[in-house]
């Protein structure tokens, strides 16, 4: 076997082991970042909704007070 092979072929082991460990370690984040993206996601939803709301009462409000 030439240099170049054995090279390639190590190299290749290394990236398996590399990519095995990554798999492992984004699985385990993915666990933990999916409830809290869920949360985060929910309250921006929430405060728009909240927004719009305040924005749809501000007129009304300006007509009862007769502006």
Known sequence: MGTTYIITLKFASVLQIFKTLVGK????????????????????????QKALELAIGVPSEFQRAGV
């Open 25 to 48: 370690y984004m699985t385990k984040i993915d666990g933990h970042l999916r409830p809290v993206i869920k949360q985060i996601s929910s309250e921006a939803i929430s405060a728009a």
